[in-house]
């Protein structure tokens, strides 16, 4: 496993995130051999969110870490989802922190992401909300998640601090990041810019992108993997997977490490050999071909 730096915010960070959007329904015996598991391939960066598991989520993996894990450990997690609305005033951002704090039974939160844009948002009171936290040692740094570059332009405008990290879907069958770029000036669907450029921008100003369900199609409507939906793609990535002699799973992984943004995926299993698979993504190097190979077989054109 290799790092990266997350944005310019000076903390070192594995290429690979372990998502724990899933891991409420499990054991703490569980959850602590699906923390040995990552740990001992390399990855300590992981992923929560106040929603997951109504909050179950941080409490299971709460109560799996001892104080001198901690040490060893980085913790991201989300805030601004609730229910029927998002919210980014002052006092719910405070408050949820506070809830993340008591769940995961730490001190402080390495890195906290404010989870979809609030349309109410008012800049000023986001940035109030993070000088305090920060000058308490309640959270070290700072990113956003499903953000336009406007939307992160108006956060900063009122921000110390630059914002580290941007969680955006993308995977092999979600690339609407890529395609308008690669579509420009064209009348075709694909030449549509879904979301103001938001990878250039993030290239530009140093905002790690971490892709979230790097395995799913559509918005939650599954695994593209072994999917009998897309027959074509599963042939090319078996091929590519038996030359490097690594699963399915792990070229769909790599073939994200090989964009050059220097992307950090979450990955979304709670499956000990699937999640060793996606970390072993980062000891594979596709080539540009290969990633082009796969780019067409998930049904793209090139113009």
């Known amino acids: 496993m290799y790092n990266i730096e997350l944005g310019k915010s000076g903390l070192t960070v594995p290429t690979v995130a372990v998502g724990c959007m899933r891991i409420s329904d499990m054991s703490e015996k569980e959850v602590s051999s699906f923390i040995d598991t990552a740990l001992e391939n390399g990855a300590n960066f992981f992923d929560h969110a106040d929603i997951y598991g109504g909050g179950k989520s941080e409490t299971v993996f709460g109560t799996a870490i001892t104080p001198s894990l901690r040490e060893n450990i980085i913790i991201q997690t989300k805030c601004g989802i609730r229910q029927g609305r998002f919210d980014f005033s002052y006092e719910h951002i405070t408050e949820s922190v506070n809830g993340s704090l008591k769940r995961l039974g730490t001190e402080y939160i390495d890195?906290?992401?404010?989870?979809?844009?609030?349309?109410?948002?008012?800049?000023?009171?986001?940035?109030?909300?993070?000088?305090?936290?920060?000058?308490?040692g309640k959270v070290r740094h700072f990113g956003v998640s499903n953000h336009n570059p406007?939307?992160?332009?108006?956060l900063e405008s009122c921000l110390d601090m630059p914002l580290c990290a941007n969680q955006l879907q993308f995977s092999i069958m979600h690339t609407p990041m890529i395609q308008s770029g690669l579509n420009v000036n064209m009348y075709n669907d694909s030449a549509t810019n879904r979301d103001g450029g938001v990878l250039d921008?993030?290239?530009?100003?140093?905002?790690?992108?971490?892709?979230?369900?790097?395995v799913q199609y559509g918005f939650f409507e599954g695994c593209f993997i072994n999917n009998e939906k897309f027959p074509e793609l599963n042939m090319k990535l078996k091929e590519?997977?038996?030359?490097?002699?690594v699963s399915e799973t792990t070229v769909s992984f790599a073939w994200i490490l090989r964009h050059p943004a220097k992307m950090q995926p979450v990955t979304g299993t709670t499956n000990l050999t699937r999640?060793?698979?996606c970390i072993k993504a980062s000891e594979i190097r596709l080539s540009r071909e290969e990633w082009y190979e796969i780019y067409r077989a998930a049904g793209n054109i090139l113009p």
């Open 111 to 136: 890195v906290l992401l404010l989870h979809r844009p609030d349309a109410l948002v008012e800049p000023e009171e986001v940035a109030k909300a993070f000088d305090e936290l920060k000058a308490s």
């Open 150 to 154: 406007y939307q992160i332009q108006l």
């Open 201 to 214: 921008y993030c290239r530009l100003n140093k905002i790690t992108v971490q892709p979230w369900s790097p």
């Open 240 to 245: 590519i997977g038996d030359k490097y002699g």
């Open 275 to 277: 999640l060793t698979d």
